[in-house]
């Protein structure tokens, strides 16, 4: 490569990401240039359209590694690199964690020779599996007397350990230092458990997955860190791969990102690498942004002007981070800068949906230019904004909505169906889920005119890739419904604990109240669960998640459309089912248990139950526009999102949470960043922190908006107390103030 490496400083949109691709296409120009040259020298000729393009292309083989720091942002970023070269550059766009966890299970036979593994492929830990099998191992040494040093329940302090694991991976440090980087951070504090107590369990639960083969964020993290990066043979076969490297929003990557980074640049590899200074969304969660800052040193560095001139930034950055540091400072914002004020926060909520109902509706913005944001959202806030602005035909996009799986009524339904099918299940089952299962297994056929029976073979996997289009194919409508599935669940339910039973319906005495159509319906559930419960006892259903399969089939898909929010949640029933069995089977492999033969049902029921798995599966990506609708997001969800809109409304503007930028802190985060590691964290640390990390969600927010911000504040909170956050004199500096009399 002929450019060197660049490091890009910008804040929130000026242009970091648009920069880091004409830098990447200013490296395939210069390569192509050069090849061209090349080419001409060697045959004395000059290229042609005749010349094959892999000639032209041979010196860039190798390829480039594409990093981002979620999810989102790698798939729009990949799309605009291979849009910019026309796809003629071979590129491999990854989150840092995905790039991990590639590289340890490609190379998984290397690390089985450094480690003396057991030669067994791979498995990855969800986190609820991580959790639930972390909480099995060492429930014998987590006793009453533990849990109340702790202050917390077994299932948080279990999660609390398990992230130690991962923030220490995330830092570069091995496990086995784990003990004495907390013994020298929390010093004498009495009030935590003795850090070589949370070490040696660690090291147990570590050595306890690698035996099995069995790989958590952390297990993978440390893996790649401590193993992968500093083999000599990984180390070749990494440079020969790699020539060059883009990482975007540098700010959000843990500290082993630039052990990578290091070394990809040590062995002649070219970069480019874009900072955000107001941005470490993720600090306190794993990323270290001072620590990769320290990167610059190694590049050119690029400082982008500030945010573009329609955002409010330039304008009300400083006059805001003034007000609420030197809260005694007499200033009034200006008119671009409103305030809704009630005293309860159900009034809150209803005059700030009401507000921007208004607005839409008299065409002063856009839905798609409105986003609501808060420091957290509770279910209360969501549901009763979400339901008054639909009832005025306004859509809302709820960012990253991570609802419990058993929230979802067809969830529900299809676990009741388990139980019923599957013997030894009895008392996971009662009246009301039969009822519901009825309800929900007797929803109305809608095809189209046109269909045909082929549409009817169409396997669950193509039915979970179709969306919904119209809000008319998302009505669904059922032949059973709740008060006749209530009175067929009362007359027809034979509860048992071994073996629960439906009876024909003819055993409700009134059966002729029921109707024809729910009569029908439920005739064909029984026939349905009859032919199952005979072809299991002949063991002829592989797995309960063939079970699931043909229950969706079936009943839920059979050619019509779902709703978005079914398909996922059926998605990330089908995965997760399909995980637990896989872990189950190795688990099985490796040291046979003598239990029931549903036994792992139950426990897969019960961990549903518990609500620990939400519907986030592999996204389906929208076909076309953007969806028009107001955006509903927490700080954390909205900064990590990196969109920007017209209309802010800034929800809850006098919670504490502010100051926590709507993400909570792991245990233990600020022992981990690598400029101060092992070292106390006081309570001064933690002030300093917060009024930083305030200072930067303002600078972001305000350069992601560009023409109002609404101050949302209510004097009471939910639980009745008096909300005295660290926004609240931008609240009192409002010149424009809605209130409730205003709006009535």
């Not at 302090?157 to 992230?163: G, Q, T």
């Not at 089908?574 to 995980?579: D, G, I, M, P, S």
Request: proline content about 5%.
């Amino acid at each position: 490569m002929v450019s060197h490496s660049v490091w890009i400083v910008g804040t929130s949109r000026s242009g970091k990401t648009a920069r880091l691709v004409e830098q990447f296409c200013n490296w395939v120009k210069s390569e192509n240039q050069y090849t061209e040259s090349f080419y001409t020298k060697k045959t004395g000729t000059k290229k042609s359209g005749h010349v094959p393009e892999f000639l032209y292309l041979k010196q860039t083989e190798p390829g480039v590694l594409v990093l981002a720091a979620n999810d989102d942002n790698r798939r729009e970023l990949g799309d605009i690199i291979v849009t910019s070269t026309l796809g003629k550059y071979p590129i491999r766009a990854k989150t840092p964690l995905g790039f991990f966890q590639h590289e340890v299970i490609l190379f998984w036979p290397l690390l089985i020779n450094l480690l003396n593994l057991k030669a067994q492929f791979p498995v990855r830990l969800r986190p609820e599996t991580e959790q639930e099998l972390a909480t099995k191992l060492w429930r014998p040494q987590l006793d009453e007397e533990i849990l109340r040093i702790a202050g917390v329940n077994e299932s948080r302090l279990v999660r609390r350990i398990l992230d130690l694991l991962q923030l220490a991976a995330y830092s570069g440090v091995p496990c086995e230092d784990i003990a004495q980087i907390l013994a020298r951070g929390l010093g004498e504090n009495t009030t935590t458990l003795e850090p070589e107590f949370l070490a040696s369990l660690l090291l147990d639960w570590r050595n306890w997955c690698l035996e099995r083969g069995l790989l958590t964020y952390g297990i993978i993290t440390e893996l790649y860190s401590q193993h992968l990066l500093s083999d000599r043979n990984y180390q070749q076969h990494l440079t020969k791969r790699y020539q060059a490297i883009l990482a975007d929003d540098v700010d959000d990557y843990p500290s082993v990102a630039r052990l990578l980074f290091d070394l990809l640049l040590d062995q002649g590899a070219v970069g480019a690498f874009s900072y955000n200074p107001n941005g470490a969304v993720r600090l306190g969660l794993g990323a270290d942004p001072n620590y990769l800052e320290g990167l610059a040193e190694r590049c050119r560095v690029e400082i982008l002007s500030g945010p573009p001139p329609d955002s409010l930034g330039e304008q009300l950055t400083k006059q805001m981070v003034e007000l609420v540091t030197e809260p005694m400072v007499l200033l009034s914002l200006p008119k671009t800068v409103h305030s809704i004020q009630t005293t309860s926060r159900a009034q809150l909520l209803r005059q700030t949906a009401e507000v921007i109902a208004n607005a839409i509706q008299s065409q002063q913005v856009q839905a798609e230019e409105v986003a609501i944001i808060a420091p957290g959202l509770d279910a209360i806030a969501r549901y009763t904004l979400v339901e008054i602005l639909v009832k005025q035909n306004i859509q809302v996009e709820s960012l990253n909505d991570q609802r419990p799986l058993i929230s979802s009524p067809v969830i529900r339904a299809l676990l009741t169906m388990l139980a019923l099918v599957y013997s030894g299940l009895g008392r996971l089952v009662d009246r009301d889920a039969v009822a519901e299962m009825l309800v929900v297994l007797s929803r109305k056929q809608q095809l189209p005119e046109n269909s045909t029976d082929a549409m009817n073979r169409v396997s669950t996997t193509d039915a979970m890739n179709r969306v919904s289009t119209t809000d008319a194919m998302n009505r669904v409508s059922t032949n059973i419904d709740p008060v006749r599935a209530g009175l067929i669940a009362d007359y027809c339910f034979v509860p048992h604990p071994d073996r629960p039973n439906l009876l024909p319906v003819s055993a409700f005495e009134r059966w002729d109240r029921i109707g024809y159509a729910a009569t029908t319906a439920y005739n064909e559930i029984l026939q349905w669960l009859e032919q199952q419960r005979s072809q299991q006892e002949l063991r002829l259903i592989p797995s309960p998640i063939s079970l699931l399969d043909r229950a969706i089939q079936r009943f839920l898909w059979n050619g019509s459309n779902l709703p978005y929010e079914q398909l996922a949640a059926l998605r990330e029933l089908l995965e997760t089912a399909q995980h637990y069995w896989e872990i189950d089977t190795r688990l099985g492999q490796i040291a046979p248990v003598e239990t029931t033969p549903y036994t792992t049902i139950i426990e897969f029921i019960q961990l549903l139950r518990r609500g620990t798995i939400t519907a986030n599966s592999y996204p389906v990506r929208p076909i076309g526009g953007a969806r028009k609708a107001v955006t509903l997001a927490t700080i954390f969800q909205y900064r990590s999102s990196r969109r920007s809109h017209r209309w802010h409304f800034w929800l809850d503007a006098g919670s504490p949470l502010w100051a926590k930028g709507g993400a909570a802190t792991l245990f233990g985060a600020p022992f981990f960043l690598r400029d101060r590691l092992g070292e106390p964290w006081t309570a001064e640390d933690e002030k300093l922190a917060e009024e930083q990390r305030l200072r930067r969600i303002l600078t972001d927010l305000l350069s992601r908006v560009s023409e109002r911000v609404y101050l949302c504040h209510s004097d009471l909170a939910v639980n009745g107390q008096e909300q005295l956050g660290p926004l609240l004199p931008l609240v009192n500096a409002c010149v424009t103030v809605i209130s409730e009399s205003t709006v009535n």
